[in-house]
């Protein structure tokens, strides 16, 4: 399965919790693929604290994959990652591999060439034999490598491979919009992969939203201290998911709500349980958001929609 | 208020949860096998609130709450909910419609022969049954109302077709409920000198002498009421109006029976074609109880909820027409025969009794309720003093507020019940009967219905007491392991425990019990002229002060005092804002306002002494 990762802004919080979506995936038994096409800022290698990635690879990542021809890195987060918890994956009975396929350092967008998208096909064939799940961590905005994408699922190659999109936005009001332009404005998802031989009715079936780093209101927030803040902030809560819902973007098409921790707004980085249970440094509850939007990923009556 | 509606709805519904779907699918009946009017009562347990309370709808994803979410849990996730109240729909719909497809309304396992030794036959099971018809009403408003909701936000085809299916066959069973209301109402001619006429005399002249003055009185204030039957064209055989035209001097009573009557005609209106019309069986008689509940079912028909959604159908608003005709008729009745007379009344010699000769406390409640209607109409508001006063005698007598002494024959309205002989039914096997065990849950119920209307404090707190008294007996009826209904034998340890199998029929009415709080806790506080006035002085004051203030504060920003002035108009404007709806609130915002500013004259005061 193919899960295309996308937001109309930086800084929404796409990559941080695609990589932990992935981590739990893999923790959950699959053999894992995280692509980073954020081309212009390649992040996923410090999210999974894999030195050589930090901010991109030197030489044969994605962006030369498709730039040079070179193949692309596999590097398997087991053995490269600096990080405990990521290390220590193999030795959790029944997991899967978590296999990061890096940026290049220094890469920047580039405009699409013809044999691009065949190209880009060919690679999510090859990944989507060999791992269960692929998470492709798109750029930002309607950009080439969404374009690129957008091209290369709808060659007939393809056709058979399960493609989901999932769309991260931040709980404002002007996140909401963004990201309701992105899927449904004139230059959108939709509307651009409908020039691009998608059905547009089908390809909006396989959209879902994530929010992202939401205030929860429900366990004692510590940001929260007086009563009229929570009062506000409840009521405003409600505006935005009305407005939400009548933007089609409402519970019906949510696939997961990320609370927002004080652990990740400082630090990009993969949380464990341990990070909850032990040191409880990380809150119970932001495990258990991304252990469910891992499993959104597959729940087929989720995806099939009402 | 003790009662606290959102938590009691919150704590049921988790109960309920896990019962019917401990298995994952909807599991239908409890204590008693299911039939037309438990399995609605089961969906209602959801719908009802769902529709009636702010804050526990459950027609949209986005909608449903989070702690109502977490409750219901076993229903799975936002996205579910919606799914299974749908297949709750459509299965209750399929169960109850006959092979030819015409809606059925059968009481079922809620029958009981009179008798215990004898058994109801297999075609009396199939009877249609009047408080099927009411609570279909209830069921088919609220979800149609639900559905329609749901399907603003369904994208696919194939279940916004089966969203439609289910509004149409909603949307049938209706209209057949409505019919069979209409075929139910009655209207019987006392004979003179029966027992039944001796009876409402008896009931109406409370120890006076039974003379010509009083039977005449009577007849004027009924006049009313006779006037109108004639407007009653359809369902009543002819001969009932020939008769009250012959002998202007025989007493009547009207309201429902408990199914179709036995001389029920056919009706021939254009709504009612394709509507099946069975013969009735039920004597023509009208029975309180199912009286009060044609009535609850009706109010739904009526609320203004229903007409601004537009649930009706342009045919079913020529049914709704002759049913609130029929509604009008039998609220003027029992309220003129309940408040007759400027002595006692007869609503205030409790236990009622009724025309068939059984008297009950659980009567006199019923009475109450329709009057509480009639209040809420907006006539009869003088009467409230004196409901109150009824509903709180009953709260003792039904050993609701008051402790039960040792073989109390009040235990009885709780456990077994009111029972209640079907007339009629006896024509083709053993007679039958309804029987009744919410006599709490109907007093918290009225008493909340006139709090709701009522404008002096005082009755408010005393029926407020009533209420809370009631759903304090209701929720300690509950089984302490699974949180529901019905365990009398909790408050009264005399009894037989109960099984373990949870009673829709006790826990439906329990939520009703809960959105009447809610209905009552939602409306605005009960404000006073005075205690406007009060708090519009103070505001004024205040801000006359305030302008003072301003006068002589240096404007230059960021100080102090102008943090305070500002901080004081604002408060000022809140109490305006306020004052009409809400008077101590304003009044506390104008004082916390003179107080502050006091503070700075205060001050200014020490500073001219010490100078
Ligand atoms: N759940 C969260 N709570 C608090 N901060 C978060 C959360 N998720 C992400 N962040 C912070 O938001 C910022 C942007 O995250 P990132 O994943 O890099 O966004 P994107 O990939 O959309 O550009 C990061 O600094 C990160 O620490
Ligand atoms: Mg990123």
Same mark, same amino acid.
């Given at each position: 399965?193919?899960?295309?990762?996308?937001?109309?802004?930086?800084?929404?919080?796409?990559?941080?919790?695609?990589?932990?979506?992935?981590?739990?995936?893999?923790?959950?038994?699959?053999?894992?693929?995280?692509?980073?096409?954020?081309?212009?800022?390649?992040?996923?290698?410090?999210?999974?604290?894999?030195?050589?990635?930090?901010?991109?690879?030197?030489?044969?990542?994605?962006?030369?994959?498709?730039?040079?021809?070179?193949?692309?890195?596999?590097?398997?987060?087991?053995?490269?990652?600096?990080?405990?918890?990521?290390?220590?994956?193999?030795? *959790?009975?029944?997991?899967?591999?978590?296999?990061?396929?890096?940026?290049?350092?220094?890469?920047?967008?580039?405009?699409?060439?013809?044999?691009?998208?065949?190209?880009?096909?060919?690679?999510?064939?090859?990944?989507?034999?060999?791992?269960?799940?692929?998470?492709?961590?798109?750029?930002?905005?309607?950009?080439?490598?969404?374009?690129?994408?957008?091209?290369?699922?709808?060659?007939? #190659?393809?056709?058979?491979?399960? =493609? %989901?999109?999932?769309?991260?936005?931040?709980?404002?009001?002007?996140?909401?919009?963004?990201?309701?332009?992105?899927?449904?404005?004139?230059?959108?998802?939709?509307?651009?992969?409908?020039?691009?031989?998608?059905?547009?009715? %089908?390809?909006?079936?396989?959209?879902?939203?994530?929010?992202?780093?939401?205030?929860?209101?429900?366990?004692?927030?510590?940001?929260?201290?007086?009563?009229?803040?929570?009062?506000?902030?409840?009521?405003?809560?409600?505006?935005?998911?009305?407005?939400?819902?009548?933007?089609?973007?409402?519970?019906?098409?949510?696939? &997961?709500? *990320?609370?927002?921790?004080?652990?990740?707004?400082?630090?990009?980085?993969?949380?464990?349980?341990?990070?909850?249970?032990?040191?409880?440094?990380?809150? !119970?509850?932001?495990?258990?958001?991304?252990?469910?939007?891992?499993?959104?990923?597959?729940?087929?009556?989720?995806?099939?929609?009402? | 208020?003790?009662?606290?509606?959102?938590?009691?709805?919150?704590?049921?519904?988790?109960?309920?949860?896990?019962?019917?779907?401990?298995? &994952?699918?909807?599991?239908?009946?409890?204590?008693?096998?299911?039939?037309?009017?438990?399995?609605?009562?089961?969906?209602?347990?959801?719908?009802?609130?769902?529709?009636?309370?702010?804050?526990?709808?459950?027609?949209?994803?986005?909608?449903?709450?989070?702690?109502?979410?977490?409750?219901?849990?076993?229903?799975?996730?936002?996205?579910?909910?919606?799914?299974?109240?749908?297949?709750?729909?459509?299965?209750?719909?399929?169960?109850?419609?006959?092979?030819?497809?015409?809606?059925?309304?059968?009481?079922?396992?809620?029958?009981?022969?009179?008798?215990?030794? /004898?058994?109801?036959?297999?075609?009396?099971?199939?009877?249609?049954?009047?408080?099927?018809?009411?609570?279909?009403?209830?069921?088919?408003? =609220?979800?149609?109302?639900?559905?329609?909701?749901?399907?603003?936000?369904?994208?696919?085809?194939?279940?916004?077709?089966?969203?439609?299916?289910?509004?149409?066959?909603?949307?049938?069973?209706?209209?057949?409920?409505?019919?069979?209301?209409?075929?139910?109402?009655?209207?019987?001619?006392?004979?003179?000198?029966?027992?039944?006429?001796?009876?409402?005399?008896?009931?109406?002249?409370?120890?006076?002498?039974?003379?010509?003055?009083?039977?005449?009185?009577?007849?004027?204030?009924?006049?009313?009421?006779?006037?109108?039957?004639?407007?009653?064209?359809?369902?009543?055989?002819?001969?009932?109006?020939?008769?009250?035209?012959?002998?202007?001097?025989?007493?009547?009573?009207?309201?429902?029976?408990?199914?179709?009557?036995?001389?029920?005609?056919?009706?021939?209106?254009?709504?009612?074609?394709?509507?099946?019309?069975?013969?009735?069986?039920?004597?023509?008689?009208?029975?309180?109880?199912?009286?009060?509940?044609?009535?609850? &079912?009706?109010?739904?028909?009526? =609320?203004?909820?229903?007409?601004? !959604?537009?649930?009706?159908?342009?045919?079913?608003?020529?049914?709704? #027409?002759?049913?609130?005709?029929?509604?009008?008729?039998?609220?003027?009745?029992?309220?003129?025969?309940?408040?007759?007379?400027?002595?006692?009344?007869?609503?205030?010699?409790?236990?009622?009794?009724?025309?068939?000769?059984?008297?009950?406390?659980?009567?006199?409640?019923?009475?109450?309720?329709?009057?509480?209607?009639?209040?809420?109409?907006?006539?009869?508001?003088?009467?409230?003093?004196?409901?109150?006063?009824?509903?709180?005698?009953?709260?003792?007598?039904?050993?609701?507020?008051?402790?039960?002494?040792?073989?109390?024959? &009040?235990?009885?309205?709780?456990?077994?019940?009111?029972?209640?002989?079907?007339?009629?039914?006896?024509? /083709?096997?053993?007679?039958?009967?309804?029987?009744?065990?919410?006599?709490?849950?109907?007093?918290?119920?009225?008493?909340?219905?006139?709090?709701?209307?009522?404008? =002096?404090?005082?009755?408010?707190?005393?029926?407020?007491?009533?209420?809370?008294?009631?759903?304090?007996?209701?929720?300690?009826?509950?089984?302490?392991?699974?949180?529901?209904?019905?365990?009398?034998?909790?408050?009264?340890?005399?009894?037989?425990?109960?099984?373990?199998?949870?009673?829709?029929?006790?826990?439906?009415?329990?939520?009703?019990?809960?959105?009447?709080?809610?209905?009552?806790?939602?409306?605005?506080?009960?404000?006073?002229?005075?205690?406007?006035?009060?708090?519009?002085?103070?505001?004024?004051?205040?801000?006359?002060?305030?302008? !003072?203030?301003?006068?002589?504060?240096?404007?230059?920003?960021?100080?102090?005092?102008?943090?305070?002035?500002?901080?004081?108009?604002?408060?000022?404007?809140?109490?305006?804002?306020?004052?009409?709806? %809400?008077?101590?609130?304003?009044?506390?915002?104008?004082?916390?306002?003179?107080?502050?500013?006091?503070?700075?004259?205060?001050?200014?005061?020490?500073?001219?002494?010490?100078?």
């Amino acid at each position: 399965m193919l899960i295309f990762a996308t937001s109309d802004k930086g800084g929404t919080g796409r990559s941080v919790t695609g990589c932990n979506m992935a981590y739990r995936r893999a923790l959950q038994g699959e053999a894992v693929a995280y692509l980073d096409f954020d081309f212009g800022s390649p992040t996923a290698g410090a999210i999974f604290d894999v030195p050589e990635a930090e901010r991109g690879v030197d030489a044969s990542g994605l962006h030369s994959y498709f730039t040079r021809h070179t193949e692309s890195q596999q590097l398997d987060t087991a053995l490269h990652s600096d990080s405990d918890t990521l290390r220590d994956l193999p030795r *959790i009975s029944g997991a899967g591999r978590l296999v990061l396929l890096p940026g290049d350092k220094d890469g920047g967008e580039f405009s699409i060439s013809a044999d691009m998208p065949a190209r880009c096909a060919q690679l999510f064939l090859r990944l989507d034999r060999e791992f269960d799940l692929c998470v492709v961590d798109l750029s930002a905005g309607r950009s080439y490598a969404v374009d690129l994408v957008l091209e290369a699922t709808a060659r007939p #190659e393809l056709a058979a491979l399960t =493609s %989901r999109w999932l769309v991260f936005h931040r709980w404002t009001k002007q996140h909401i919009l963004a990201a309701h332009g992105l899927v449904f404005g004139e230059r959108g998802l939709l509307k651009a992969g409908e020039r691009r031989g998608h059905d547009p009715q %089908r390809l909006n079936n396989s959209v879902r939203y994530v929010r992202t780093a939401v205030v929860d209101l429900c366990v004692d927030q510590e940001s929260v201290t007086r009563p009229a803040q929570g009062a506000w902030l409840r009521a405003y809560d409600q505006k935005l998911r009305e407005q939400a819902d009548k933007l089609r973007m409402g519970r019906a098409r949510l696939a &997961g709500q *990320i609370p927002f921790d004080p652990m990740l707004q400082w630090s990009e980085q993969v949380i464990d349980d341990s990070d909850v249970s032990g040191l409880k440094i990380a809150n !119970q509850a932001t495990v258990q958001a991304f252990e469910d939007l891992a499993a959104k990923l597959s729940d087929e009556r989720f995806w099939e929609g009402l | 208020m003790r009662t606290n509606p959102r938590q009691h709805i919150l704590d049921t519904w988790r109960a309920f949860a896990r019962a019917t779907f401990g298995s &994952g699918e909807w599991a239908w009946g409890g204590r008693y096998p299911s039939n037309s009017i438990s399995d609605a009562e089961q969906i209602l347990i959801l719908l009802y609130p769902a529709t009636e309370v702010a804050g526990f709808r459950l027609d949209r994803p986005d909608s449903i709450e989070d702690d109502v979410l977490a409750v219901l849990r076993p229903m799975g996730s936002g996205l579910d909910i919606p799914m299974r109240m749908l297949e709750a729909m459509e299965q209750y719909l399929a169960r109850y419609t006959d092979d030819d497809g015409g809606p059925t309304f059968t009481g079922g396992s809620y029958l009981l022969a009179e008798n215990p030794d /004898e058994e109801v036959k297999q075609e009396q099971y199939a009877y249609d049954i009047t408080e099927s018809y009411s609570i279909s009403v209830t069921l088919c408003l =609220s979800a149609k109302g639900f559905l329609r909701e749901f399907q603003r936000t369904v994208e696919r085809r194939e279940l916004q077709n089966r969203i439609e299916a289910v509004i149409l066959a909603m949307d049938a069973r209706l209209t057949a409920a409505m019919v069979g209301l209409l075929r139910s109402f009655v209207v019987n001619v006392l004979d003179p000198d029966s027992p039944a006429e001796a009876v409402l005399l008896r009931t109406v002249s409370q120890g006076r002498v039974v003379g010509r003055t009083l039977t005449q009185d009577l007849r004027g204030r009924l006049q009313p009421v006779r006037d109108k039957l004639p407007e009653l064209t359809f369902g009543l055989p002819p001969e009932n109006e020939q008769m009250l035209r012959d002998y202007p001097e025989r007493f009547f009573e009207c309201g429902w029976a408990w199914g179709v009557a036995q001389d029920a005609t056919d009706i021939d209106l254009a709504a009612a074609e394709g509507v099946k019309q069975p013969h009735g069986i039920a004597e023509s008689r009208p029975l309180l109880h199912f009286t009060v509940n044609a009535l609850d &079912g009706l109010a739904d028909l009526f =609320s203004t909820r229903t007409s601004r !959604q537009g649930l009706l159908t342009s045919e079913q608003q020529s049914l709704r #027409e002759a049913l609130n005709l029929r509604w009008g008729l039998a609220l003027q009745y029992w309220s003129t025969i309940a408040t007759f007379g400027s002595g006692r009344w007869a609503i205030e010699d409790v236990p009622w009794e009724a025309t068939t000769g059984q008297s009950s406390p659980y009567f006199t409640e019923l009475v109450l309720a329709i009057v509480a209607m009639a209040q809420q109409g907006g006539t009869l508001s003088g009467t409230i003093g004196r409901s109150v006063a009824v509903l709180e005698e009953l709260g003792q007598r039904g050993l609701v507020s008051r402790r039960a002494a040792e073989d109390d024959r &009040g235990v009885l309205l709780h456990d077994p019940g009111v029972l209640m002989r079907l007339g009629g039914s006896e024509l /083709e096997g053993p007679a039958l009967a309804w029987s009744y065990n919410g006599f709490a849950a109907a007093l918290a119920k009225t008493a909340l219905r006139v709090a709701n209307v009522s404008g =002096s404090r005082r009755n408010r707190a005393r029926l407020i007491e009533v209420a809370d008294a009631s759903v304090e007996h209701l929720l300690a009826r509950r089984q302490q392991s699974d949180g529901l209904w019905d365990h009398p034998a909790n408050i009264y340890p005399r009894l037989a425990p109960a099984p373990a199998t949870p009673a829709w029929d006790m826990t439906e009415r329990s939520v009703e019990v809960f959105v009447a709080a809610a209905a009552l806790v939602s409306a605005p506080p009960v404000a006073d002229q005075g205690q406007v006035d009060q708090a519009n002085n103070k505001i004024a004051e205040a801000r006359h002060i305030l302008d !003072q203030e301003r006068l002589t504060t240096p404007t230059a920003g960021g100080s102090q005092e102008q943090k305070l002035l500002r901080e004081a108009e604002q408060s000022l404007n809140r109490a305006d804002s306020l004052a009409g709806e %809400r008077p101590a609130t304003a009044a506390a915002l104008a004082d916390k306002v003179l107080r502050d500013l006091d503070e700075l004259a205060f001050a200014r005061h020490a500073a001219s002494r010490s100078a």
